[in-house]
T-cell receptor
Framework: AQSVSQHNHHVILSEAASLELGCNYS??????LFWYVQYPGQHLQLLLK??????LVKGIKGFEAEFIKSKFSFNLRKPSVQWSDTAEYFC?????????FGGGTRLMVKP | DAGITQSPRYKITETGRQVTLMCHQT?????MFWYRQDLGHGLRLIYY???????DKGEVPDGYVVSRSKTENFPLTLESATRSQTSVYFC???????????FGPGTRLTVL
């Protein structure tokens, strides 16, 4: 069965710290991978996506993610977080018509 | 306004009542989806639709009914609400099943 897992449920960082959120997936074939962000009180927005090609993808607001096929991973990174990055982050994978989400990681950035 | 809207935004109901959550999109996207968001579970797919009159079950369909008579609308009905259905419900749409999904603002449903 397809699954996406995020091992960090809660992360607390100070401003300017570097961020890496883990995401692992289990899919047998071609997979499309996404990172979504949900700011407090808002709906989900797409941060970035990977379909094929360059495994290092860049998204909005300085975020990037690297697809490592051998590790079944698609970790999200940002070199220097800001207080406004406080949000919940969801990794998701699509195979066929269904998008499967990880459990989410709540990031709190302390000013 | 263009986009995807959900109504109501907040709903309180009682166990056993029927509740319908509405979702409307103006992009003419083929695919529409219903998710529920619960703490610790992320988003779980309830039902999705690939086109008008075509619907399919997701991960957690029990207790829910959907219909899609028009491309732009995708209502979700709880036939007999239970407390376990207290959740935040998100509707989404996309051009293709595996493409980027665009999410509505959500409906917070409380079943007493």
């Amino acid at each position: 069965a397809q699954s996406v897992s995020q091992h960090n449920h809660h992360v607390i960082l100070s401003e300017a710290a570097s961020l890496e959120l883990g995401c692992n997936y289990s899919y047998g074939g071609t997979v499309n991978l996404f990172w979504y962000v949900q700011y407090p009180g808002q709906h989900l927005q797409l941060l970035l996506k990977y379909f094929s090609g360059d495994p290092l993808v860049k998204g909005i607001k300085g975020f990037e993610a690297e697809f490592i096929k051998s590790k079944f991973s698609f970790n999200l990174r940002k070199p220097s977080v800001q207080w406004s990055d406080t949000a919940e982050y969801f990794c998701a994978g699509a195979a066929g018509n269904m998008l499967t989400f990880g459990g989410g990681t709540r990031l709190m950035v302390k000013p | 306004d263009a986009g995807i809207t959900q109504s109501p935004r907040y709903k309180i109901t009682e166990t056993g009542r029927q509740v319908t959550l509405m979702c409307h999109q103006t992009w003419s996207h083929s695919y529409m989806f219903w998710y529920r968001q619960d703490l610790g579970h992320g988003l779980r797919l309830i039902y999705y639709s690939a086109a008008a009159d075509i619907t399919d079950k997701g991960e957690v369909p029990d207790g829910y009914v959907v219909s899609r008579s028009k491309t732009e609308n995708f209502p979700l009905t709880l036939e007999s609400a239970t407390r376990s259905q207290t959740s935040v419900y998100f509707c989404a749409s996309s051009e293709e099943g595996i493409a980027e999904q665009f999410f509505g603002p959500g409906t917070r449903l409380t079943v007493l």
